[in-house]
Nanobody, 123 residues
Framework: QVQLVESGGGLVQAGDSLRLSCAAS????????MGWFRQAPGKEREFVAA????????SYADSVKGRATISRDNAKNTMYLQMNSLKPEDTAVYYC????????????????WGQGTQVTVSS
C-alpha cells in the first residue's frame, strides 16, 4: 500500500503561482509513476500532469501545458507541481495519484489516491 498526503493548496489570485507537494510513504517511491488530477465542482476528475519513475518522463494536460511543471525528489519521497499564471478555471480539488507502473493519464489507471487539496483562484 501507498499513502499519499498533499499540501500547498490555498486561495490565490489570477496570475499568481502555487506549488503543491505530495508526500508518499508505504513502499519504494522511486519506482512509482506519480501524478496529479483535479476535480472542479460538478465536473469529472481530470488529468493534470504525471512523471514516471525513470527516466523521469513527464506528461501534461493541454490546459496546463506551459504553465505547470511536475517534478519529484526520490530522496524525500515527495512530488511537486509548480503552477504559474493561475486562472480561475484552475480552481479545483487537486489529488495526488500514484501507479505501480506505466503511464497514468486516465483516472481509471490510478492505483492510489491522496485525500486532495483545494486550490481556489480568484479573478
Amino acid at each position: 500500500q501507498v499513502q499519499l498526503v498533499e499540501s500547498g493548496g490555498g486561495l490565490v489570485q489570477a496570475g499568481d503561482s502555487l506549488r503543491l507537494s505530495c508526500a508518499a510513504s508505504g513502499r519504494t517511491f522511486s519506482s512509482l509513476t506519480m501524478g496529479w488530477f483535479r476535480q472542479a465542482p460538478g465536473k469529472e476528475r481530470e488529468f493534470v500532469a504525471a512523471i514516471m519513475w525513470s527516466p523521469g518522463t513527464t506528461s501534461y494536460a493541454d490546459s496546463v501545458k506551459g504553465r505547470a511543471t511536475i517534478s519529484r525528489d526520490n530522496a524525500k519521497n515527495t512530488m511537486y507541481l509548480q503552477m504559474n499564471s493561475l486562472k480561475p478555471e484552475d480552481t479545483a480539488v487537486y489529488y495526488c495519484a500514484a501507479r505501480e507502473w506505466g503511464r497514468m493519464e486516465v483516472s481509471s489507471l490510478v492505483h492510489y489516491w491522496g485525500q486532495g487539496t483545494q486550490v481556489t483562484v480568484s479573478s
